[in-house]
């Protein structure tokens, strides 16, 4: 069974920046891509980024084009999601999860729905 541990969250201030991880522990981590979600207080869960196994097809959000990145390190079992220039609504509990595919192309960051789940890291974005 693959487990997900997310970390590197905390509070920064607009325009700062933070580098996420998720860990992964258990066998097949190779075996799926890997997505980034975010829940904002009080709103529905949304993808926010995801990666293939190979770590060379990405999809993004359009909220987050241009200032986030996501990349993976097979070897280590770990996604880092690294987040720039962020804003008040970024704020959130940020999530990493597992799915089979991760579609680069317009509208398949939708298709990835999460199989296996961590239990979150909270992002604060405030002066």
């Known amino acids: 069974q693959l487990q997900l541990v997310e970390s590197g969250g905390g509070l920064v201030q607009p325009g700062g920046s933070l580098r996420l991880s998720c860990s992964a522990s258990?066998?097949?981590?190779?075996?799926?891509?890997i997505g980034w979600f975010r829940q904002a207080p009080g709103k529905g869960r949304e993808a926010v980024m995801c990666?293939?196994?190979?770590?060379?097809?990405?999809n993004y959000a359009d909220s987050v084009a241009g200032r986030f990145a996501i990349s993976r390190d097979n070897a280590k079992k770990i996604v880092y999601l690294q987040m720039n220039t962020l804003k008040p609504e970024d704020t959130g509990i940020y999530f990493c999860?597992?799915?089979?595919?991760?579609?680069?192309?317009?509208?398949?960051?939708?298709?990835?729905?999460?199989?296996?789940w961590g239990q979150g890291t909270s992002v604060t974005v405030s002066a």
């Open positions: 990666i293939n196994v190979d770590g060379d097809l990405t």
């Open positions: 999860a597992t799915d089979w595919v991760c579609n680069p192309r317009q509208g398949g960051l939708a298709q990835f729905l999460g199989v296996h």
């Open positions: 258990g066998s097949s981590f190779t075996d799926y891509a």
